[in-house]
């Protein structure tokens, strides 16, 4: 199968990529997300952390401080 996908060229080089991505490893995001481990938001995409946080995925929750109650 991957003969004929490549041979029709269905399948093709990604030539532009970020290699700083390479090291992202989806399961240590996840972890750190739903372990609420700070630094997390710097290991992935532009605009993906931000998307997390709105709808709360993987398991994300705010920290709330003090100050909130106040």
């Known amino acids: ?6 041979h029709n060229n269905r399948i093709v080089d990604i030539t532009s990529y970020n290699p700083e991505y390479l090291e992202i490893y989806s399961r ?7 372990c609420n481990v700070k630094g997390w938001e710097s290991q ?4 993906v952390a ?21």
């Not at 240590?28 to 739903?34: D, N, R, T």
């Open 28 to 34: 240590e995001i996840l972890k750190k997300i739903s």
């Open 50 to 70: 931000e998307m997390i946080k709105e709808r709360g995925m993987f398991g994300y929750k705010e920290e709330l401080s003090l100050k909130q109650f106040s």
């Open 1 to 6: 199968m991957y003969k004929y996908f490549k």
């Open 44 to 47: 992935v995409p532009e605009g």
